[in-house]
């Protein structure tokens, strides 16, 4: 079970952590997605971390902005999300593979596991 935190409003320009812990103790075997939706859009791809723990992959959009990391012995992931715009406003998502291989981790068909979402809101 995968649960996501850490939303808020932030102001233009400024930085949010959000993270996903998950519960049981065989998180090292899954690769770690972070997805977004906005109001009337479809889901989208953010950032993924592989089982791995070396392999991430990012949308072309937050790169250099935001940065993905895990915490096995914790169970958890992190979203590092600096320099927000306010077209980063979204309902942020955390999803777990345990068969995903790098060249999928952009896909919404990859992941079996999904958390319940956490509202970014970027705003002045």
């Known amino acids: 079970q995968l649960q996501a935190s850490g939303g808020g409003l932030v102001q233009p320009g400024g930085s949010l952590r959000v993270s996903c812990t998950a519960s049981?103790?065989?998180?090292?075997?899954?690769?770690i997605g972070w997805f977004r939706q906005a109001p009337g859009e479809a889901r989208e791809f953010v950032a993924a971390?592989?089982?791995?723990?070396?392999?991430?992959s990012y949308t072309d959009s937050v790169k250099g902005r935001f940065t993905i990391s895990r915490d096995n012995a914790r169970s958890m992931a992190a979203l590092q999300m600096n320099s927000l715009k306010a077209e980063d406003t979204a309902v942020y998502y955390c999803?777990?593979?345990?068969?995903?291989?790098?060249?999928?981790?952009?896909?919404?068909?990859?992941?079996?596991?999904w958390g319940q979402g956490t509202l970014v809101t970027v705003s002045s």
């Open positions: 999803a777990a593979s345990r068969t995903a291989i790098v060249s999928s981790m952009s896909l919404t068909t990859t992941y079996a596991y």
């Open positions: 049981g103790d065989t998180f090292r075997a899954y690769t």
């Open positions: 971390i592989h089982r791995n723990t070396v392999s991430t």
